[in-house]
């Protein structure tokens, strides 16, 4: 049976009598802490911080020491005080603490009112202190304040089991998460669930895609479909059912079995998204200043070891030059919802069918190539696992690489490699996205264009290891070539 909680934390002057059967009325118990050092937070929904009209010391240092756990445990906090002049000097000593999300400032409320929004707040059930959770594989333990979302989220359980998915460079950590429920009618072992952790602005973006984008537009079991967001002070918490026994794309990919699911993800997963491309006319104008308008691509964020290692291999234009080739085209593309960071390792595959795990990045609106380039130049310049990541060149990917992405493979695709080659796998992946790209394209020059700032956007990051800055290097040297062609074409 999972716990309700009704006890409110009081710090400061206790409350008057009017205040304290107001909350008994909705059948709210009041606790009285003063300016204790030491609270169990656990059991409470909701904390009022009572500064009066002289706003002391004592119950600032207590506010700060503990607002921010509170907020993680999914406690609605007030902070009152008893005059606009003493909410002014608590701005003016505590700024910060009033930013924090979920907390409430007020001045002078009546009781009723503040035992009313405490009523109507659902902090949800009390944590369960005692969950063991288990990273599997050995992985990097998760972190004390998301321990304590994960307590939240699984209140109902005795055990989980984390198994990591994927690991961003933005933070973020998602999981599938399997779990022991002990008392339940049916059984221990239940599905296991879809859990990420990321910043608390970022999970909330994330949400509100699922809602806007996801549930009306994706098929229900090509997404996971959303339980609960369980929000922190500086984290938060999605969870999710998730498709047990399924892989990654990526895995899938370098096994040289990805064309169904790769068909999968394209005509039934994001079909829906991709059809309202056809609900209005072409746009003109060209494809670079339509994706730098979706924030997919800045040119000012490239870094410049990128160009400035490309000059080794005879690119000597920098990223604002390599820009303005492609914004100077003129184009033609449509528009349509776009995921906005596709890649192999958000994309899930069971029986051949793909489904996405990440809605982080969706875009309202970008061109109808633009997924297709950001999977295609994942595929082929994203570093495998099983590479030797300090091993800066790769002689044997760049040759092929050469191959794929010559400039007459955007007018007819490339050809196929030889089978026993080490990159067959890469070769395979890449002309299949190259011909679904090039058969999407609504002028010669769309694909072309869309894989080019592709390639440049992976250049604005330069933390990866050094056989993944290698690729990054050749990525910004094929984006310049192919903006060079495409520039060439144009004018003759």
């Known amino acids: 049976m999972i716990d309700v909680r009704r006890e409110v934390l009081w710090f400061g002057a206790p409350p008057t009598d ?58 609605r906090v007030d902070l009152v005080t008893g005059n606009d002049a003493a909410m002014g000097r608590l701005q003016a000593v505590a700024g910060e603490i009033l930013k924090i999300p979920n907390i409430v400032a007020r001045t002078n409320p009546p009781a009723h009112a503040l035992a009313e929004g405490t009523a109507r707040h659902n902090a949800g ?29 699984f209140a109902h359980c005795s055990r989980i089991t984390l198994d990591e998915l994927t690991g961003g460079r933005s933070g973020a950590r998602v999981f599938a998460v399997h779990m022991i429920v002990e008392g339940s009618n049916a059984g221990l072992w239940p599905q296991p669930a879809f ?55 990526w895995d899938l990919a370098r096994r040289n079995l990805a064309a169904r ?14 059809d309202q491309a056809y609900a209005r006319g072409l746009i003109e104008g060209s494809v670079a200043d339509a994706m730098y308008d979706a924030e997919m691509c800045r040119p000012q964020d490239i870094r410049p070891l990128y160009p400035e290692s490309a000059q080794r291999y005879g690119i000597s234009l920098g990223p604002d030059e390599v820009w303005k080739q492609l914004t ?15 890649h192999g390792q958000n994309v899930r595959v069971k029986n051949e069918q793909a489904i996405l795990i990440d809605l982080a990045s969706v875009l309202r609106q970008a061109p109808l190539t633009a997924d297709l380039a950001a999977l295609e130049t994942w595929f082929a310049f994203e570093l495998p696992p099983e590479c030797n990541r300090e091993q800066y060149e ?26 026993t080659a080490q990159y067959c796998w890469m070769s395979t992946v890449v002309r299949q996205l190259r011909r679904l790209g090039m058969a999407t394209q609504s ?32 990525g910004y040297v094929v984006a310049a070539r192919l903006a060079e062609d495409l520039r060439t074409r144009a004018t003759t």
């Open 261 to 274: 699911a790769v068909t999968s993800l394209f005509d039934e997963t994001l079909g829906c998204w991709r």
């Open 443 to 474: 002028c010669p020059s769309e694909y072309q264009a869309a894989v080019a700032v592709q390639l440049l956007r992976r250049c604005q990051w330069d933390d990866g290891p050094a056989a993944d800055r290698y690729r990054r290097t050749k």
């Open 195 to 249: 859990a990420k952790l990321d910043r608390r602005d970022k999970i909330e973006r994330e949400y509100r895609n699922y809602l806007d984008f996801a549930d009306r537009f994706i098929p229900f079991g090509l997404r996971p479909n959303v339980h609960q967001i369980i929000r922190g002070t500086e984290r938060s918490l999605l969870v999710g059912n998730f498709v047990d026994r399924s892989e990654s794309l």
């Open 18 to 75: 009017e205040i304290q059967r107001e909350f008994e009325n909705r059948n709210l118990i009041v606790r009285h802490c003063g300016c204790a050092q030491l609270v169990d937070a656990s059991n409470a929904c909701a904390a009022v911080f009572w500064f009066g009209p002289d706003v002391p010391d004592a119950v600032v240092s207590t506010a700060r020491l503990h607002v921010r756990t509170l907020v993680d445990y999914g406690a």
């Open 328 to 342: 100077t085209l003129r184009q033609h593309y449509r528009l349509a919802p776009a995921h906005g960071d596709l």
């Open 125 to 153: 059930p009390k944590p369960r202190a005692n969950l063991i959770v288990e990273p599997a594989k050995n992985r990097e333990p998760v972190s004390e304040a998301d321990t304590t979302l994960l307590q939240r989220a």
């Open 394 to 419: 790769d002689p044997v990917w760049w040759f092929e690489i050469d191959r794929l992405y010559a400039p007459s493979s955007f007018i007819h695709a490339p050809g196929p490699c030889e089978p």
